[in-house]
């Protein structure tokens, strides 16, 4: 695809709404957009919506918060995870290792999520072709958004790309 020539005021009228919605580089975002077409306003904003649902790293009151409702709703689906969690607890697991689990665990969920969606295969499924919209406000398609799974590791909020705590990364 060629680039294109890209506007400067528009560029820095894009870069911002990049930068206030939390992108680091939000330029080069703003410049693949403007340049190469790609959407990529809208592949960040589904990437960050997927890594809004993944637990902090920095706080682990989730833990007790699980541990707490599946005590009232024992029979409820997930409630196996309070009692994971309070055993993980009473064997002395940390909570940031258990922090750490968790969030490497839903990050492969949405990598594999995410992969789908840009098109790999899946076995054993009777439809195997899926494709993500980017819809307009009357619900109308405007573009297709891929390569959600190559921007997951960029856009983890601890700056680490999913490596461990005090990696050099």
């Not at 680039?3 to 206030?20: Q, S």
């Not at 993944?54 to 833990?63: G, R």
């Not at 949405?110 to 439809?127: F, N, Q, T």
Request: glycine letters at 8%.
């Amino acid at each position: 695809m060629p680039f294109k020539d890209v506007d400067p005021d528009e560029l820095r009228a894009l870069a911002e709404v990049f930068r206030r919605a939390g992108a680091t580089d939000p330029e080069s975002w703003a410049h693949s957009q403007l340049a190469e077409g790609f959407p990529q306003l809208a592949i960040f904003s589904f990437a960050k919506s997927l890594w809004n649902g993944v637990v902090q790293e920095d706080d682990d009151s989730w833990i007790d918060d699980e541990i707490e409702w599946a005590g009232k709703h024992v029979d409820s689906p997930c409630a196996q995870v309070g009692p994971a969690l309070r055993e993980m607890r009473s064997k002395g697991i940390s909570r940031a290792a258990i922090t750490d689990l968790v969030r490497a665990m839903q990050y492969h969920a949405m990598y594999h999520a995410c992969s789908i969606l840009d098109g790999a295969r899946v076995e054993d499924v009777p439809i195997t072709e899926w494709i993500l919209h980017q819809l307009d406000v009357d619900g109308e398609p405007i573009a297709i958004i891929q390569g959600l799974h190559e921007v997951l590791l960029s856009m983890d909020p601890t700056g680490r790309e999913m490596r461990p705590r005090g990696s050099g990364g």
